[in-house]
């Protein structure tokens, strides 16, 4: 073990440089930091495994931060490890810095997730304990003995999805998952007293975890408590820590500053800064320094890690000598490509609802491709995730050797969950629950963006024609919001999410198919509840890859443009023959996915939705949901209300989705 002496020096280092990045940008949060410089001096020069050559191993740990606030804690701990520069940490949330204010996805610089949105970094980190306990029962425990530590705060134990966090790994015994809790009872405007009471350790404890109570700034207990959770073999391991917010630091006039709360989001500033720097043992003039004793202390651990690495990659390779076929398997899971899918094996039934046709798709995925894991909260016989279940078994306690993942009912668990299986690496993650529920999920949708994680949303029921169940189970504006994120750009210049609504069983397979080979970003797929008919006889739907495309009357002046996706097309189909009795030229076009069509060559868009076109709209969201693409000289047919409580068919009569409507409502149109 390393001297007590360097190791409190260490972590003053740490508290150092994050103090000072804070006060350099004006900008940032010093307290949180400072109390959290043991425990990640610890982890980082004791405990963690990684290479240092090769930060993208996958045998290595990974460390997951939940408080993204807390980042000066991190690049600092980084820093020490030879991920970081000097120059960078004093570029802290400047233009172009690779030292945002909350971290993002870096694998290269060793972050493994962006965070700041409190609890879902936790919440990825089980994901990737998931991830880890599946392959091991596929690859076997050589190509995975690593641990998933996962940081995490007063804010997201108090987040509600850190119940779901804490029932599901607890639940499944995920002892490869170890989370330190930085209790310092302090948060940004209050005490946490003043929110919260409960016996936080007597919660875990109930979920099943291993719960150990330490001091969080003490060297020796963190040791131990680590160790401990390193020998743990039946359940998740939270450490509590009570940690001190802004431990070392002093005010203007010399007093501690410690514990108090005016450290958690602003810079220390003038002379407290001055005091606290000099208390700590830096210099104010020029603290950004990594002291000579805590670089042998770094330069030590990386050594003790080249021993450890070479020994694992020794074993991995005579694993990989003696398993060639698991072998290859693995790189191709780990190479981040999509899957091979013979996607001909798929049955169709023309006229079933497109829940039921991804059901179909689901049923081949699970049989060809060993590295998916589906997922649902609780709606598999619903949401029709159950053609995935019925061709494995659910995962559970001490069996991963399924490839169906039980969330119960917590969309955002489940999703933030299902991102941190692929930010693992080796898996390809898919969930599924009601469209309408997918506003729980909307902050992890955004950061599965941001981090252009491949997740597979599958939203069924997906209009007001979920009848019967009313208002609260109909989506209505839920499609306008997810195709507002499809015009988004994410920094790589890509769409942030990918959005497929097929019009009917056949589209379907090709939009699954689509959604497999999107290794760039998110995809939805949203589903109808109730069967939809057949487009009409000869449509190509392998056109459907451009996001939209002419399903019938392609005339090459047409009088009037039809729109629409999903159950629409098929209504819009229905009243083009009243509309051609009357001798006007119709084309319909189906758009699955606006995204993908915008992603054409503009001849491809202009040849398929002219721009001085009369273009006639159906939708059963928000009219605003279809008017990107009917253009200036267009009209949409939508819901501007809820829904109502009906079976759907009545619904649809009453709310004009009919052949009849369509007529109605393009002759109108037309007579503008």
């Known amino acids: 073990m390393n001297d007590i002496k360097v190791m409190n020096h260490a972590a003053d280092n740490i508290r150092i440089l994050a103090a000072s990045m804070v006060e350099k940008a004006n900008s940032g949060h010093p307290g949180g930091a400072m109390g959290g410089a043991d425990f990640i001096n610890v982890l980082f020069s004791e405990f963690l495994v990684y290479d240092p050559s090769d930060p993208t191993w996958t045998g290595r740990d990974r460390f997951f931060l939940d408080p993204g606030h807390m980042s000066p804690m991190l690049y600092a701990g980084l820093a020490m490890r030879g991920f970081f520069t000097l120059d960078d940490l004093q570029q802290f949330r400047q233009w172009g810095s690779v030292t945002p204010g909350h971290p993002e996805l870096d694998v ?79 948060q940004l405007s209050t005490e946490c007293g003043v929110v919260m009471t409960e016996n936080t350790e007597m919660k875990y404890q109930a979920w099943g975890w291993n719960v150990i109570k330490i001091n969080g700034n003490d060297v020796a207990q963190i040791r131990e408590a680590l160790t401990a959770a390193q020998q743990e073999q039946e359940r998740p391991t939270l450490i509590i820590g009570k940690t001190v917010m802004g431990k070392g630091a002093l005010r203007a006039d010399g007093t501690s500053y410690e514990a108090c709360i005016n450290t958690h989001g602003a810079p220390l500033g003038g002379d407290a800064y001055t005091n606290t720097i000099k208390h700590l043992g830096g210099d104010p003039e020029n603290p950004f320094v990594i002291f000579d004793d805590v670089k042998e202390l770094y ?72 590295n998916m894991i589906c997922a649902s909260a609780d709606l598999s016989n619903s949401d029709k995730t159950d053609g995935f279940l019925k061709k494995t078994k659910s995962m559970v306690r001490g069996d991963f050797s399924g490839a169906f993942f039980q969330a119960g009912v917590a969309e955002l668990t489940m999703a933030d969950m299902c991102i941190g299986m692929m930010l693992h690496g080796g898996v390809i993650a898919a969930m599924g629950t009601f469209f309408v529920f997918s506003d729980y999920m909307k902050p992890a949708i955004r950061i599965a963006a941001l981090m252009q ?50 019009a009917d069983a056949d589209e379907t397979t090709v939009c699954w198919k689509l959604a497999m080979e999107n290794i760039d970003t998110p995809t939805a797929l949203i589903f109808s509840r109730q069967g939809i008919a057949k487009l009409p006889e000869g449509n190509d739907y392998e056109q459907a890859a451009k996001g939209a495309y002419i399903v019938a009357g392609s005339d090459e002046n047409p009088d009037v443009i039809l729109v629409a996706s999903g159950s629409e097309v098929s209504t819009l189909e229905a009243g083009t023959e009243a509309l051609r009795k009357d001798g006007i030229k119709v084309r319909v076009v189906s758009a699955p996915s606006e995204g993908l069509f915008r992603s054409q060559s503009k001849e491809y868009q202009e040849s398929v939705l002219p721009k001085n076109a009369k273009i006639f709209g159906m939708t059963a969201g928000l009219p ?33 989705y009919t052949g009849e409507n369509v007529y109605k409502q393009v002759k109108a149109f037309l007579a503008e």
């Open 108 to 186: 290269a610089r060793g972050i493994e997730n962006s965070s700041g949105p409190l609890g879902q970094g936790h919440a990825i980190a089980a994901g990737a304990a998931v991830a880890e306990k599946f392959l091991e029962a596929r690859l076997g425990s050589t190509m995975m003995q690593h641990k998933i530590y996962a940081y995490i705060s007063d804010g997201a134990v108090e987040e509600e999805i850190s119940q779901g966090v804490g029932r599901i790994a607890g639940n499944l015994g995920l002892n490869n998952l170890i989370m330190f809790y930085d209790s310092n009872d302090i």
């Open 299 to 370: 330069a030590k651990r990386a050594e003790e890690l080249k021993k450890i690495v070479a020994e694992r990659k020794a074993a991995e390779a005579e694993w990989r000598k003696a398993n060639p076929e698991k072998s290859a398997q693995m790189d191709e899971w780990f190479s981040g490509k999509a899957p091979k899918v013979d996607w001909s094996k798929i049955e169709q039934k023309a006229g079933s609802a497109t829940r039921a046709a991804s059901a179909a798709c689901l049923g081949v995925l699970a049989e060809q491709v060993p």
């Open 624 to 656: 605003v949901t279809l008017e990107g693409l009917v253009g200036a000289n267009g009209k949409v047919f939508g819901l501007e209300s809820f829904g109502f409580s009906a079976p759907y068919k009545v619904l649809d009569e009453k709310l004009g």
């Open 453 to 502: 994680v491949p997740v597979k949303f599958i939203w069924t029921h997906d209009a007001f024609r979920v009848g019967e169940d009313g208002p609260t189970h109909e989506p209505v504006e839920q499609e306008a919001q997810i195709r507002l994120m499809e015009k988004l750009k994410n920094h790589a210049g890509k769409d942030s999410v990918r959005v497929f609504r097929p």
